[in-house]
């Protein structure tokens, strides 16, 4: 399996940016695809953004144009990109790698759009 390690997010006024990073270590090499998903209180985590082995990238209608995941594998992390933050974008994000047989999630990180 891997580990995954959250950093990033924060407080932000409406309209602006946050990067969130995703460092993974372990089995990487068994990884097929990783994502972010988010959970805002009372309601279901969503998919917000998925890189699959193929490159490509899947977003959420509600963020595509704003968001962007992308990956450096120097550096076995993932980024989510976040611009043209909204107040309906505040919620606790999680990152998540997806190999054949198992799932690994990240500890989360609080985001919060202030308007």
């Known amino acids: 399996q891997v580990q995954l390690v959250q950093s990033g997010g924060g407080l932000v006024q409406a309209g602006g940016s946050l990067r969130l990073s995703c460092a993974a270590s372990g089995s990487i090499g068994s990884i097929n695809a990783m994502g972010w998903y988010r959970q805002a209180p009372g309601k279901q985590r969503e998919l917000v953004a998925a890189?699959?082995?193929?490159?490509?990238?899947n977003y959420a209608d509600s963020v595509k144009g704003r968001f962007t995941i992308s990956r450096d594998n120097a550096k076995n992390t993932v980024y989510l990109q976040m611009s043209g933050l909204k107040t309906e974008d505040t919620a606790v994000y999680y990152c998540k790698a997806d190999s054949s047989t198992w799932s690994a999630w990240g500890q989360g990180t609080q985001v919060t759009v202030s308007s």
């Open positions: 890189l699959t082995g193929g490159n490509i990238r």
